[in-house]
């Protein structure tokens, strides 16, 4: 019934507009605008269709109909129906209706306005002025060959300082010269399309030897240029080691350098020079920082001109440093493993066994062990053999217990057998040998 009125309602309303149409002459203006929430949608994505009635006097009543292509788009909800008509309350000078579209194939979909008419508060014909919204549909694939492929620089430069050879968006290899105190350097560049991306500009530290920095450009496709710039900064005494088929060069500054847990500040002469370092008393270890021709500065362990990587994993509250040993645990194979995404060599069962056995320091109270490490919680604890040696011996005292049971067994069973024999009948024995258990090797 409320519903019946309401539409009747509606129907007045419409009536008595048109009616007004005839009846009055136009007073005024009025627009019924047609709104997007976006200009191109993907096939399959939904969009809002906003219908805005708007003058500059108190609106009266308003009615209109929302036109649109439905093999294009579909309606999924609204606030009122396509068709709709209603009224204002002495001072609305704007309303406005949304209507959500589900895009269905690619075209050129129009949403405008018909049979619109609209009076002011006073009984006044207003002068409409209809507008209409056409959105671009489009699929997936036709979105994605419309992006840019442009991956680009327009310019591209250190502060100060000149690249060598002169910049060309076609070449992507660059070298910068300058003296040894250099420390810090801005790298600075600009896209040519404004669609790309790029990263590896600002200000970073450098290192006597060569610094080599990228600059990667992502065009709106997804294609990815990269921009390198090696700064060489004047070395005059290059410590240069090997390790691992790769060279490093040891570290001269300290402030590039950041000091492990236990470990305190210490010089180190190293071919005469004075080269920053840290000790642990704990380890009893002397660590000097090298980087690697990428750049990459890490901590190695140094002992009379030999290095070796220092490690320093944190697992459950334990700090802990793996080392080699050639010490063999019986049932378990020598393996590597990753912890924290190191490698560490480890003894495991198998490869598909959760848990694997690592030796090494703790690295605050400098005690080394051999340490139980479980793959699928990430934790460390301290193996030990303890438990592992009360099963052996379990296990040969149920042996020997079991030795001892079936030897009585058998004894009484051989005591039955001989009483048999002499207190009853030859017949009767042989019926009861029959009768127990065969041995499979007779």
């Not at 004894?411 to 039955?416: P, V």
């Amino acid at each position: 019934m409320k519903k019946t009125i309401k539409l009747l309602s509606l129907g007045v309303i419409a009536l008595l507009s048109s009616l007004l149409v005839i009846m009055n002459t136009n007073a005024g203006t009025a627009t019924i605008s047609v709104l997007s929430s976006s200009s191109q949608v993907v096939v399959g994505k939904t969009f809002k269709i906003t219908v805005k009635i708007s003058s500059a006097v108190a609106l009266g009543s308003w009615d209109y109909t929302l036109n649109y292509n439905s093999s294009l788009a579909s309606l999924v909800s609204s606030d009122v129906p396509l068709r709709y008509a209603s009224y204002g309350d002495g001072s609305l000078k704007t309303k406005s209706y949304t209507y959500t579209f589900k895009a269905l194939k690619s075209g050129k979909a129009t949403f405008s306005i018909s049979n619109a008419s609209v009076i002011d508060w006073n009984f006044n014909t207003l002068s409409v002025t209809k507008y209409s919204r056409t959105v671009t549909l489009i699929t997936q694939a036709e979105l994605e060959a419309s992006y840019s492929k442009n991956n680009n620089l327009s310019s591209l430069g250190v502060d100060g300082y000149t690249l060598t050879p002169a910049f060309n968006a076609s070449t992507t290899t660059y070298t910068v010269d300058m003296a040894s105190d250099v420390t810090n350097i801005t790298i600075t560049a600009s896209k040519a399309d404004k669609t790309a991306s790029f990263t590896g500009t600002g200000s970073f530290p450098v290192v006597e030897g060569v610094n080599t920095f990228e600059i990667k450009v992502t065009a709106q496709n997804g294609d990815v240029k990269t921009y390198t710039i090696s700064v060489n900064v004047e070395d005059k005494n290059p410590i240069t080691v090997d390790y691992n088929k790769k060279t490093y060069t040891v570290i001269k500054r300290k402030d590039l350098l950041t000091a492990p847990t236990t470990f305190v500040e210490k010089v180190v002469k190293i071919n005469d020079l004075d080269i920053p370092g840290f000790y642990s008393e704990n380890l009893g270890y002397t660590l000097v920082g090298l980087r690697d021709e990428a750049g990459n500065i890490s901590l190695f362990i140094y002992n009379e001109g030999e290095y070796y990587p220092y490690i320093e994993l944190s697992l459950n509250n334990i700090l802990f440093t793996p080392l080699e040993t050639k010490q063999k645990i019986t049932g378990y194979e020598k393996t590597t493993i990753l912890i924290n995404s190191i490698e560490v060599t480890a003894y495991q069962i198998n490869d598909k066994s959760d848990y694997a056995i690592v030796y090494g320091k703790n690295i605050e109270t400098g005690k080394t062990n051999l340490y139980l490490y479980d793959k699928e919680e990430n934790t460390l604890q301290r193996y030990y053999t303890e438990e592992k040696d009360l099963l052996k011996k379990d296990i040969k005292d149920y042996l020997l217990i079991t030795i001892i049971f079936g030897s009585g067994l058998g004894l009484s069973i051989i005591y039955i057998i001989v009483s048999l024999v002499t207190k009853k009948p030859k017949p009767i024995v042989e019926e009861i040998v029959k009768k127990l258990p065969k041995n499979k090797k007779e």
